[in-house]
């Protein structure tokens, strides 16, 4: 049974930073791990992908500020989304995904390819 875990969510000013964490207790190999995040009423948003291979996807509103970063320990695989120049739209609840495969570029950004998911964690960036 896969478990996935996020943590790091909080409130920041515009133009801060925050470090979301997320633990895996198992995957598939090869995987593909992202982050999505969802505003009330709206989608559920692909934000950043990145697979066992390493390859890494963003969408375009968050490229050149958030980095998707992974690694693991003997029991744990581990993903991190680095913010920085948080702006008032990235408010939402973060959430963190695991599935089968290498990530396939823009189609990774589609939760509609992920199994597990966390219960997510509030970002909330003030103006």
């Known amino acids: 049974q896969v478990h996935v875990a996020e943590s790091g969510g909080s409130s920041v000013q515009a133009g801060g930073s925050l470090r979301l964490s997320c633990t895996v207790s198992?995957?598939?190999?090869?995987?593909?791990m992202g982050w999505f995040r969802q505003t009330p009423g709206k989608e559920r948003e692909g934000v950043a992908t990145?697979?066992?291979?390493?390859?890494?996807?963003?969408t375009d509103s968050v490229k050149g500020r958030f980095t998707i970063a992974h690694d693991r320990d003997n029991t744990n695989h581990h993903l991190y989304l680095q913010m920085n120049g948080l702006r008032p739209e990235d408010t939402a609840k973060y959430f963190c995904?695991?599935?089968?495969?290498?990530?396939?570029?823009?189609?990774?950004?589609?939760?509609?390819?992920?199994?597990?998911w966390g219960q997510g964690t509030q970002v909330t960036v003030s103006s």
């Open positions: 995904t695991v599935g089968p495969g290498f990530c396939a570029e823009d189609a990774s950004l589609r939760p509609v390819w992920y199994r597990h």
């Open positions: 198992d995957t598939y190999r090869p995987y593909c």
């Open positions: 990145i697979d066992s291979g390493e390859a890494t996807t963003y």
